[in-house]
């Protein structure tokens, strides 16, 4: 049993099997630290040409404390290596930030690459012992590269709090009465995954007695957070795909008709969503009354239909 050991690596993204790993390593030390390297220069090469974001240092550490919180002798620290040269040069100012980053003296270094003994840890930590663990996986026969280039094919070895971070996001949009809340249901059943309804048409039947004579500004910021709130819930339960019913430029055009203007804050809402795909549902069907709806007026339907194709 050691005192204090290290688990290293990058994590981009982290998967079953660096929690496979960093678990067996747990069992062999009372303190274990799971470092998180990262290299922007090296990240942004990894991940060009993916079609995904270039994860921060910080998601992985969130990615990574989020999955490991219960086990209290294992804890989560990051490791910013950017201004050091990139692998497999800089091996002596690495060594020295990886010192300064642990609060205290490790016995060992646990990892799956046998060639990082050879080329740096025997020579830069001589007195802390190099136990590799699975360099073949073959208990999890995955690498964070395979996930990167296709993470859908390797959905189910992404560590749950990491998804979040491939799922497409889909909106429907449109006025009201087009079917695009329906169509919303429909396809996450048939994609077998999570959905976000339109918070906005539950909202004053939910707060103002169903009276939208009295809605002010500050509800219709009430709801575009309410909004972003329910498309973040959805993205942490989503499966590859989310499908979000409407989005804060129809809030805003509500908020214009019923109190005559928009506030600042709710504006700002509109770069806090980023959409993979937009649908665009036309009002070509009958309006129907559900007990949920604004307003019956065609007028009032067409002209958010013309502000949303702008």
């Not at 290290?6 to 496979?20: A, D, E, M, Q, R």
């Not at 795909?277 to 949920?292: M, R």
Request: aromatic residues 14%; negative net charge; proline residues 4%.
């Amino acid at each position: 049993m050691y005192d204090v050991g290290l688990f290293v690596g990058k994590f981009s993204p982290p998967h079953i099997g660096h929690i496979n790993a960093i678990l067996n390593a747990g069992t062999l030390c009372k303190k274990l630290y799971v470092v998180v390297s990262h290299h922007e220069k090296l990240e942004s090469a990894m991940y060009e040409n993916t079609g995904f974001a270039v994860p921060t240092l910080q998601q992985k550490i969130k990615w990574l404390s989020k999955e490991l919180d219960e086990l209290q002798h294992i804890s989560v620290i990051g490791l910013d290596e950017s201004h050091v040269p990139e692998y497999p040069d800089g091996w002596e100012e690495w060594s020295y930030l990886l010192n300064d980053v642990i609060p205290e003296t490790f016995d060992v270094i646990f990892g799956g690459e046998p060639q990082y003994a050879s080329e740096g840890y025997t020579k830069y930590f001589p007195d802390v012992k190099y136990e590799l663990y699975d360099t073949e996986r073959k208990e999890y026969p995955i690498r964070a590269t395979e996930i990167r280039n296709n993470p859908y094919n390797s959905w189910d070895f992404i560590i749950p709090s990491a998804r979040e971070h491939f799922v497409k996001r889909i909106l429907l949009t449109g006025t009201e009465s087009c079917g695009k809340s329906t169509m919303t249901k429909m396809l996450s059943l048939l994609y077998n995954t999570s959905y976000v309804q339109e918070e906005g048409r539950y909202y004053s039947r939910r707060y103002l007695g169903g009276n939208d004579a009295a809605f002010e500004p500050s509800d219709f910021i009430s709801i575009g957070m309410e909004q972003i709130l329910a498309e973040k819930k959805g993205i942490e339960t989503a499966n590859k795909l989310l499908f979000i019913d409407t989005d804060s430029i129809v809030t805003e055009f509500y908020s214009k008709m019923y109190t005559g203007e928009i506030k600042q804050e709710l504006i700002h809402f509109r770069h806090l969503s980023d959409y993979d795909l937009i649908l665009y549902f036309e009002p070509d069907v009958e309006w129907i009354a559900d007990g949920y709806r604004f307003n019956d007026c065609d007028d009032t339907r067409m002209q958010l239909d013309m502000q949303l194709q702008k």
